[in-house]
């Protein structure tokens, strides 16, 4: 008869990190959520009305352009940001007080801004598809909420680069969760599907 054990493989003590705008939140792998399944999102606000973020690696394969119509041709990444106002589309950017109205995630990241500006400097072929990313709507958690999901063990929050935020691909979960170290290899082993097992 095989000996039961006593700890969970992948369960993992570590020191939390605070949420805070700029960092990032990797999803546990034992979240099953279907949009926050092996999500990372990046922090965009954080204050004492609530936490905004996106999903970094929810790509869509279709262009801004066959969303809106009158958007120029630009070959750029199209991410689903969460289940929150899902008509809206979001952006951010390395671009910096460039744009106009635009808000300062961390140094060297930007989120939002004048959406006609950059349309203009797109047409212009003033920016480049590595230096902006779009969203199809946002994650949001109410005051307090995301504190309460990390307590419970959703969500680790961790930090990447600015150039890494921006390249991220749908390997990034796998990508960030090397990022926090050794002990966490047991992570990547977690079968997507649980119930498949």
């Known amino acids: 008869m095989p000996k039961e054990l006593d700890f969970d493989f992948f369960k993992i003590k ?3 990190i605070a949420p805070k705008q700029g960092k990032i939140l990797i999803a546990e792998p034992g979240l ?3 949009y926050f399944k092996r999500s990372v999102i990046v922090l965009v606000e954080h204050n004492e009305n609530g936490t905004v973020g996106f999903v970094l690696n929810r790509l869509l394969d279709f262009s801004l352009p066959e969303l809106l119509p009158d958007f120029p041709e630009f070959d750029v990444k199209v991410s689903i940001g969460g289940p929150v106002s899902p008509q809206s589309i979001h952006f951010i950017h390395t671009l910096g007080n460039k744009v106009p109205d635009t ?3 961390v140094d060297g990241l930007y989120w939002g801004g004048d959406f006609n500006y950059i349309k203009s400097l797109i047409t212009a072929n003033k920016i480049t598809s590595n230096q902006i990313r779009f969203f199809i709507g946002y994650s ?14 959703s969500w680790v ?5 600015p150039v890494q935020i921006m390249n991220g691909s749908d390997d990034l979960w796998i990508e960030s969760i090397q990022e926090l170290g050794k002990k ?3 992570w990547t082993l977690y079968p997507e599907n649980p119930s498949m097992n």
């Open 14 to 16: 570590f020191d939390k």
């Open 32 to 34: 099953i959520d279907q």
């Open 103 to 105: 808000n300062k995630i």
């Open 157 to 161: 929050v961790s930090q990447l680069s």
């Open 140 to 153: 949001g958690w109410s005051v307090k909420q995301l504190e309460r999901e990390i307590t419970e063990e």
């Open 184 to 186: 966490f290899k047991p």
